[in-house]
């Protein structure tokens, strides 16, 4: 069996836009499993996925729960607070222990840019970035972009702004190189103290304003001021920040089109969200997060190494209801 994406999922930066586009596709059929009244296929019966996480996560580690349990995998998940990290084990001896009991995948969080790759280069196991640091959540980016495709057609020419804590956020990163490489526009917005002073690096636009950011925007990518990360005085209140880069509804009303609004979660009502906003009728956050199974299957099971066969099994199935 060929594995189109090689032995791990660690970024989006070093995927080829076809690389991307595979596995867009192969979750699109994938949606319709979540739908049925008993979701479940057995693509990945008898593979053994551990989710191994290190900083706290509601979506991403659900959501790869049931993406794994749907396609029948036997899946573990080991939280830092009830394994013996705290007893002072290293990552590589946690997942090297768990590699001699067989497993087949391994799906980590960590709060080090870099995680992932240090642990992929040492384990045999397949390995999927489930959010490092400040360097990538690549998941996350495909479900955006996953998302985005269903509502516009294309990703080609498409203005994606994303609006906040660029700094801290290992959203925009994987957001920024996926959607460039399939054709988008790219911009960032917020206070320059939270954008990377390398900004310009990342071949993106940058508006100072967010009345700027909405007047050239398809969509808004809204991101979570990450205080937990925050190591310095990056913006004087949080009240301050709403006032001058929240996405309001006044703000949205005079926006010249239609602009799909996003957030990858959690988001921080009030601040860089408004309540009016994130539950409006411009808001696709839900839709993210239904997609969001979707790619996670769609990894997995590329990962897996049988992309050929699951597709067609997944064209039928949708044929066949
Ligand atoms: N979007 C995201 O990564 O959310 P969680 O931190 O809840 O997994």
Redesign the pocket.
Known sequence: MSAPLGKDLLGLEHLSAEQITLILDTAEPLREISERAIKKVPTLRGATVVNLFF?????????FEFAEKRMSADTVNVATSASSVIKGETLVDTAKNLEAMKIDMVVI?HASSGAARFLAERIESNVIN??DGTHE?PT?GLLDMLTLRRRFGTLVGKRVCIVGDVLHSR?ARSNIWGLTKLGAEVAVCGPRSLLPTAIADFGVQVFDRVEQAIEWADALNVLRLQLERMTAGYIPSLREYNRVFGITRERLDRAPRDILIMH???MNRGVEIDSEVADGPHSVILD?VTN?VAVRMAVLYLLAGNAPALAEAARKATADD
């Open positions: 900083e706290a996560s509601t979506r991403t580690r659900i959501s969080r489930a959010g959540h996350q959203v990858p979660g959690p993210q969001g």
